[in-house]
């Protein structure tokens, strides 16, 4: 481990061979390291990357040095621990705390230090896994326990915990809806996949989703949700120029536009809304039916999301459904342009 306060003293191999001015190469044969009285590793036993304290290692190497400074025996709340010595320090087998890295709390504290990833005693220590945590339960009656805008981050703690964690724990356990839950996780689920086609692109989403872990009955649900990531993914950057070009032409936006949505039956969306004095209140952009405007800049988006809205202040820019950001700036300033009727449903990505 890395004892607290001496991370600036880690040195890996690479250091080591530099300091005796020889390549990584002849250090991994020659192996000065292993010479009788050498400064042991300070990684654990099984590390594949060995680490050293380098005030021992100097010490061992300076003659005018007669005994290697020992390093402090007492834990400390802010020693760093390698995978394996947190794995020790829970009762858990290195395999496990693997299976736990993706949890927020311990993603947010992880120090990598000679690359390798490391953690401090007291967030080993304070760390409980979702199975172990006391279930809440929601009384009838009650609204959701857990705010809509943590179960992200909550249910991602459940899937790292156990890919096969059922709806239904979830619901208990955060005290929300079934069906609340039951969207949460396919979310969940269909982010997973997505990121990890992303780096393994011949891949297909089944394919990935059982490499995951996750049980053949959900299996379908977290493809189709994977489809729908993957496409609000590749629409960010499209819909980033179109918020880029609206303030560069003087349009002052509200929040952190754009504010992405996914509706029922996996339907990529989002809002702009502009702030007053705009040209219009807000604009919707939705990935069967291109550009609108939208008369309220208080909940944008429509609730019936099953067919394209019209009405009073509703316009459709046109131009397919991701024209370039300066043809949707001069549709959206000229009134006469675009049209109060909805454009027939459009197939997925049909730029």
Known sequence: MIRAGRREYVRTMADLA?????????????????????????????????????????????????????????????????????????????????????????QDAVVVVGGVEHWPRAVVMSFVPVEQRK???RPAGVGDLAPR?????????????????????????LGVHLHTAQRALADARGRRIAD????????????????LGFPPGVIRSAAAAAGTELRMRQAVPYLGSVCDALSAAGITLQGSPPNLQVLDGGVCAASVVLAAGGPVPALVWDERWG?????????????????????????????????????LLTRLRDGRKGSKKSPAAAPKGNG
Request: proline share 9%; net charge negative.
């Open 18 to 106: 530099k300091a005796r001015g020889v390549s990584l190469g002849t250090f991994r044969n020659t192996k000065p390291h292993t010479v009788a009285g050498h400064p042991a590793p300070i990684s654990s036993t099984g590390a594949r990357v060995l680490l050293w304290d380098g005030e021992q290692v100097d010490a061992f190497y300076d003659p005018d040095v007669e005994e290697i400074p020992a390093l402090p025996a007492k834990d400390s709340d802010e020693d760093l621990l390698d995978r394996h010595e947190a794995a020790a320090a829970r009762g858990l087998t290195p395999k496990t705390w693997d299976s736990y890295k993706a949890a927020p709390r311990l």
């Open 135 to 137: 279930k809440a339960g």
């Open 196 to 211: 990890l086609i992303e780096s393994e692109q011949e891949l297909s989403a089944e394919e990935a989703a059982r490499r």
């Open 149 to 173: 805008d943590e179960l992200p981050a909550r249910v991602d703690e459940f899937l790292a915990d156990n890919p096969a964690v059922s709806a239904a724990q979830v619901a208990q356990t």
């Open 291 to 327: 550009w609108r405007t939208a008369p309220r800049r208080r909940h944008p988006v429509d609730r019936d999301h099953s067919r394209a809205p019209e009405g009073e202040g509703i316009r459709y820019l046109g131009g397919g459904t991701t024209p370039e950001p300066a043809e």
